[in-house]
């Protein structure tokens, strides 16, 4: 397998990183290396995405340089690719990684900031936290939605709380399911009030799995009520949220 048809490999699932020979892997990243400098954007970012499958940590100034591109796509495919490697960075070494990432929550262009909302998710570093906070109060909802994803990797319970009231229903379901997967005991009251003024389905779902997985029997009344709804998938939810709220009790 040569040239482009390991390349596609590569980026296409996986299959090749994991049966290669070892010279083949090298050649391979040398290509992908050399692609970044193509003029194409495209062609830049197809790179940045295939390299960091490697989980390679020398390749981290690579990234670093490439978070600077002009073109947004590229400049996400970089972010993402720094947040690959975050979790197997020594922490020492992610010094210079973290400022980047703070700085590309700002970035122009929300793909690039929702790439970065990602990547602070993996870091587990306060400076990470406290730019999720203000990723989740972004003018983009899709990256709203990645903030509050991170935010559950940071156990901030506080922060998913307050997105709980946002105005879009998809961040709101996110936040009830980051809380949920919290077991956030704090979270039972505001989630049975939010159910009082939700109109989203999906939203209310989300609450009544929450709810469940917290398993707190002051859920127990909302619940039955729920589990009564006239929507089928409402009604499965909070019955199987009920049943494990009673198995906590027992």
């Known amino acids: ?86 979790p197997i960075k020594e922490p020492a070494g992610l010094g210079e990684v973290i400022p980047l990432l703070v700085r590309a929550v700002r970035d122009p262009h929300p793909l690039v900031r929702r790439a970065a909302a990602w990547a602070l998710g993996r870091v587990p570093d306060p400076r990470a936290k406290s730019a999720l906070r203000e990723a989740a109060r972004d ?56 159910l009082g003024r939700e109109k989203d389905p999906e939203v209310k779902r989300a609450i009544a799995w929450a709810l469940g997985e917290i398993g707190d029997p002051q859920a127990a009344e909302t619940l039955r009520t729920l589990s009564r709804s006239p929507d089928p998938y409402l009604s499965a939810m909070a019955q199987e949220a009920l049943r494990k709220v009673h198995a906590r009790e027992r």
């Open 139 to 194: 003018s983009d909802a899709a990256v709203r939605a990645a903030a509050v994803e991170a935010l559950g990797e940071h156990r901030d319970a506080a922060a998913l709380l307050e997105r709980l009231q946002d105005k879009d229903a998809f961040v709101r379901r996110q936040a009830a399911r980051a809380l949920g997967q919290l077991r956030a005991q704090a979270a039972v009251a505001p989630l049975i009030a939010r």
């Open 1 to 86: 397998m040569h040239g482009l048809a390991m390349i596609v490999a590569l980026v296409g699932g996986g299959s090749f990183k994991a049966t290669a020979a070892q010279e083949d892997r090298t050649e391979v990243k040398r290509a992908l290396v050399e692609q970044l400098r193509a003029p194409e954007a495209t062609r830049r970012r197809d790179a940045l995405l295939a390299l960091s499958t490697f989980s390679d940590p020398t390749l981290l100034p690579l990234f670093q340089t490439a978070a600077q591109d002009s073109e947004a796509s590229v400049r996400a495919a970089a972010i993402m690719a720094l947040g690959q490697l975050a």
